[in-house]
T-cell receptor, first 113, second 112 residues
């Protein structure tokens, strides 16, 4: 069953701690993305990667970091430098072959107190 | 810079009504446009993808149209049901920088 998995579904952290959100895909897609969703703000792009060992900053990369060591995996670290980390985080990947269709994981809700 | 607008932000209709959700974008040089559905607390589910060379796509009770020259797309939902209640987002892909640009979505409520 092909798709994107994100874990955990809910994550709670204390302020000042770094936290890593997992994203795994078995769709054999090269491109992967991280978005943040806040009420009333829509989806905002944090980082994206078009190929292994390469990634680019999106619109709101400050306070976040990523790695892309394997095609299947694109973890996101929310650092203590992120001023307002509580949000719903969505991982996505994009197909190739002319259609360039984007697929999303189920999301991780991060709460920092 | 590409901007995508979806108006209104929320819509409430009685069950059985046919309805149209609108999406507009500022730069007509798009590669494709995608419509998504999002249920509360869930990820986005792709409903329909229209390539720039296409005028419409259909899936079941859903029909999406694209008018690139005017920068508009519509998602038509026939015979709406309470199960259609969700937020519907459109997004355009320009190919440049490999990014999608999303609208903020329309939250649809279908009343029994």
């Amino acid at each position: 069953d092909g798709g994107i998995t994100q874990s955990p579904k809910y994550l709670f952290r204390k302020e000042g701690q770094n936290v890593t959100l997992s994203c795994e895909q078995n769709l054999n897609h090269d491109a992967m993305y991280w978005y943040r969703q806040d009420p009333g703000q829509g989806l905002r792009l944090i980082y994206y990667s078009q190929i292994v060992n390469d990634f680019q900053k999106g619109d709101i990369a400050e306070g976040y970091s990523v790695s892309r060591e394997k095609k299947e995996s694109f973890p996101l670290t929310v650092t203590s430098a992120q001023k307002n980390p509580t949000a719903f985080y969505l991982c996505a990947s994009r197909s190739e072959g002319g259609f360039y269709e984007q697929y999303f994981g189920p999301g991780t809700r991060l709460t920092v107190t | 810079k590409q901007e995508v607008t979806q108006i209104p932000a929320a819509l409430s209709v009685p069950e059985g009504e046919n309805l149209v959700l609108n999406c507009s974008f500022t730069d007509s040089a798009i590669y494709n446009l995608q419509w998504f559905r999002q249920d509360p607390g869930k990820g986005l589910t792709s409903l329909l993808l229209i390539q720039s060379s296409q005028r419409e796509q259909t899936s079941g009770r859903l029909n999406a149209s694209l008018d690139k020259s005017s920068g508009r797309s519509t998602l038509y939902i026939a015979a709406s049901q309470p199960g259609d209640s969700a937020t519907y987002l459109c997004a355009v892909f320009t190919g440049a920088n490999s990014k999608l640009t999303f609208g903020k979505g329309i939250t649809l409520s279908v009343r029994p």
